[in-house]
């Protein structure tokens, strides 16, 4: 597997991958991270997310590496949310994917920007096969959102529903 070593871009974002020294500005708090990453970070993104990136790395051999990236608005220099990626338990070409969006920023196409980018990215240059996604059977924003990306549901034991997404399950890019 690959490990994410540099920004990804898309048309309004660029996809920050937690460093170590994230990760550790993190745990000391907002204006620590923001500092570090270049970017203002929002509070109800912070309250939600910034203890989620200080756990962000894992290692991978004898390195550090990455399980999440921050959703950076490119013209604003905002930080507008973050999506985990890591190998699922059950194989290293099979990647669990989720994602979080600061309340501000709700609506208005960046989940499906930031998880399409990072999922080109697993598809293209990780050797992900396949990618699954979990989300809360009431989550209705979250079910939207992963069946624009082209996931299917796959199963829904219990409260959570699980989606699977293969390269051959994507639909078309639209013009």
């Not at 990136?53 to 905002?78: C, D, K, L, M």
């Not at 290293?92 to 998880?115: D, H, P, W």
Request: charged share 20%; glycine share 8%.
């Amino acid at each position: 597997m690959n490990v994410l070593d540099h920004p990804l871009f898309t048309a309004r974002l660029r996809l920050e991958p937690v460093t170590p020294e994230m990760a550790d500005a993190a745990r000391v708090g907002p204006n620590a991270f923001a500092h570090v990453i270049g970017a203002d970070a929002p509070e109800d993104w912070c309250a939600a997310s910034l203890g989620l990136v200080a756990r962000s790395i894992s290692n991978v051999g004898n390195a550090p590496a990455p399980t999440r990236a921050i959703a950076i608005h490119r013209q604003e220099g905002v930080v507008i949310g973050d999506v985990r990626f890591e190998p699922s338990s059950r194989s290293q070409s099979e990647f669990e994917i989720g994602y979080g969006i600061a309340r501000s920023r709700r609506r208005q196409g960046y989940a499906v920007e930031a998880v399409n980018g990072v999922i080109d990215w697993l598809f293209e240059d990780a050797g992900a096969e396949t990618v699954l996604a979990g989300c809360d059977a009431g989550n209705i924003a979250s079910v939207k959102t992963l069946r624009r990306l082209g996931f299917w549901l796959d199963s829904n034991p219990g409260q959570t529903f699980w989606w699977v997404l293969a390269p051959d399950l994507r639909p078309t890019p639209r013009a």
